[in-house]
């Protein structure tokens, strides 16, 4: 059976729920709105799931010219522009990274900020805005949006399927929060392609993404499994760190598809 597109997946908001898409256009920082959005604290450093489990019930939708954000038991949702005319900047810290990003709206910031139980802003990413992904892997100075690091999170379905038989129960490939699932190949058959193509697009993978423990949060109750990352540790750990996926960086920008065939090439 010949590899293909299983599903794509954008996350608009970083460590948010995300939106299961057919096909999806691929931009310089990567999936279009994918990790366009991201929520800080009054420092600029980012909250994610790791701290925020809570972070994985807000939901979001995208209509013609808005996001739509909202939460399972909560009666009021928020409504935000595609495009923003907001001017108002903070520096914001990734990790080890910094750039700056514009806040959406005092009204955005106050929904969150009740929400999460932490003053926050939600901010976006100018398209002028530069977070470059690190030069010992890009060499053509590519993007990357309010992702980790880099732009795509690429990942088979036999991987998942893989660790559901160890587990004994089935676990939703969301948990991992790749962009592109790959079907008709092996359980962890990513680790040893250098490359994929697909419709004429070259995804150049990077290097193996290392795991927190997201993926031990459910994406719909953000309730934690209590051994699905030492299940993972007993296969994958390499050096201290646990492996899934790949992440990838592609070399052009163009439309992908679900159901699109994708030609690997072997390390």
Not at 9 to 30: A, F, M, N, R, W
Not at 31 to 58: C, E, T
Request: net charge negative.
């Amino acid at each position: 059976m010949p590899s293909v597109i299983h599903s794509l997946h954008i996350y608009p908001i970083k460590s948010c729920q995300g939106i299961d898409l057919h096909s999806v256009e691929l931009t310089d920082t990567g999936f279009k709105y994918d990790r366009h959005w991201m929520l800080v604290d009054k420092q600029g450093n980012f909250l994610s799931q790791r701290k925020f489990p809570a972070m994985a019930k807000i939901q979001t939708a995208l209509t013609e010219n808005t996001m739509v954000v909202s939460r399972a038991g909560i009666p009021s949702t928020l409504e935000i522009p595609l495009q923003s005319n907001s001017t108002e900047k903070t520096r914001v810290t990734i990790w080890n990274d910094q750039c700056f990003a514009t806040i959406v709206s005092s009204e955005a910031s106050l929904w969150f900020s009740e929400l999460l139980g932490v003053s926050c802003d939600l901010v976006f990413l100018e398209d002028t805005e530069l977070r470059l992904v690190d030069p010992d892997y890009a060499k053509n100075k590519q993007r990357v949006g309010f992702a980790d690091g880099f732009p795509l999170l690429i990942l088979s379905r036999a991987s998942t399927d893989l660790l559901s038989n160890k587990l004994g129960e089935s676990i939703d490939i969301n948990r991992f929060r790749a962009n592109i699932i790959i079907d008709g190949c092996d359980a962890h058959e990513e680790d040893f392609w250098s490359k994929i193509s697909v419709n004429n697009i070259d995804i150049l993978l990077a290097k193996p993404c290392s795991r927190c423990v997201i993926p031990s949060i459910n994406q719909l109750s953000a309730e934690k499994h209590s051994t699905l990352l030492k299940t993972l540790a007993s296969y994958r750990r390499v050096e201290g760190k646990v492996f899934v996926g790949q992440n990838g960086l592609h070399q052009s920008n163009g439309i992908l598809t679900v159901g699109d065939p994708v030609l690997t090439t072997e390390k």
